[in-house]
């Protein structure tokens, strides 16, 4: 069945093969169908955390959970479908706009890919495109702008109505008016799920739920915008840069 999206961290600790730690003693809970932005500087583990969930690489020490089961005792297969990602760097697969969003799940059907494809705002892209839904892509994009991939990337995040959602500095490398495309299905597309969103720019974290400031690997506050303005502490800092 569906996840409730309960996501719980408790004393993580993690390190990249022969590296120092990037992530030390992090606690955190997330309830289901909240949103949460990861803010910190660059190499501060925002995108560690990410590949934490993802199962990407596994903890050292300490235990992620989601609703309440370790994750590495989770079959792969249901992580992938339940957790929806969009990060930065879009990967794409040689073949066309169809395979990209649907990837080896048959079960996704061409109206699905549509309906999903119209809930993310890329479909009026996909139908500029000479051959709409069957148009040719490259694994480097081919005729796609850095901002149809990740429109691309959205409606493939979304195609198995995913209980929890990553967005990972998602819409940066977007032109602006991409970027509204974006904004303006986002309330749409996390609406019922639990979200973790990464933003360098703070203006798009404001009306998250919780905000966790890291710093150097470690949690340095948490709490809402306004609390953590007035708190005058790091997040006050980055905000005012
Ligand atoms: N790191 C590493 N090996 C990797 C990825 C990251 O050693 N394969 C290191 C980075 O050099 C950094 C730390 O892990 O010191 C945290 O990286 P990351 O979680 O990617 O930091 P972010 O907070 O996501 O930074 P940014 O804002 O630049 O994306
Ligand atoms: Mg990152």
Not at 56 to 72: A, C, M, P, S, T
Not at 106 to 114: G, H, Q, S, W
Request: with cysteine; proline share 1%; glycine share 8%.
């Amino acid at each position: 069945g569906r996840f409730r999206g309960e996501i719980e961290f408790r004393n993580v600790w993690f390190a990249y093969e022969g590296e120092d730690w990037v992530l030390k003693d992090v606690s955190f809970k997330v309830e289901p169908g909240e949103t949460v932005a990861l803010v910190g500087a660059t190499g501060a583990g925002k995108t560690s955390i990410i590949n934490l969930i993802c199962r990407f690489y596994d903890v050292n020490r300490g235990q992620i959970l989601v609703d309440g089961v370790d994750i590495r005792d989770m079959r792969q297969s249901d992580l992938r479908r339940q957790i929806g990602v969009v990060q930065q760097d879009v990967f794409l697969f040689s073949g066309d706009i169809k395979y990209n969003i649907r990837l080896n799940d048959t079960e996704i059907d061409d109206e699905k890919i549509r309906e999903v494809a119209r809930y993310t705002n890329a479909h009026r892209f996909i139908e500029t495109k000479p051959n709409k839904y069957d148009e040719e892509v490259t694994e480097r994009g081919g005729t796609l702008s850095a901002g149809q991939r990740q429109l691309l990337a959205f409606a493939r995040a979304l195609a198995f109505d995913p209980a929890i959602l990553i967005l990972d500095e998602a819409t940066s490398a977007v032109d602006t008016e991409t970027e509204s495309l974006i904004q303006d299905a986002l309330e749409k597309i996390t609406r019922g799920r639990t979200t973790i969103i990464i933003a360098h720019r703070l203006s798009t974290v404001q009306h998250a739920d919780k905000i966790i400031v890291l710093h150097k690997g470690r949690i340095r506050e948490c709490g809402t915008h306004e609390e953590l303005l007035e708190k005058r502490g790091l997040y006050y800092k980055l905000y005012l840069l």
